[in-house]
């Protein structure tokens, strides 16, 4: 398994952007930080960089759940989502995979709070 899914759209950044924050409220995540890469980098070391968002998306009933059955679960939340601006007017966007991230811990738990939030992100992705 990898780490993340990932799919490359067609169009720019930001309808993308919009789209991806839409589809994640769709499935019950809200977006709890949101890292500018690009701005970051070139405030901090003045390099240019790509258009690179990355999305701390949560969903707070799965979150609980999780943060109950482990209490150090913390430390792999939120779920992750980058938007990066690729070449020809691309975008990807690129999902954490909750099922791997979360597979050094060794709970049935978890692997089915794992489950469940991956069908969602899934859905996220196929719907952008």
Partial sequence: MSYYFAKTVKTNFEDTLTKVEEELKKESFGVLTEIDVQATLKKKLDVDFRKYKILGACNPPFAHKAL????KIGVLLPCNVIV????????????????????SVKSEALA???SEITE??????ENI
Wanted: hydrophobic fraction near 40%.
């Fill in 112 to 114: 089915k709070i794992a």
């Fill in 120 to 125: 969602k992100l899934k859905r996220v992705l």
């Fill in 68 to 71: 109950t059955a482990e209490d």
């Fill in 84 to 103: 990066q601006e690729l070449d020809d007017n691309k975008v990807e966007v690129a999902i954490v995979n909750p099922i791997d991230s979360m597979q």
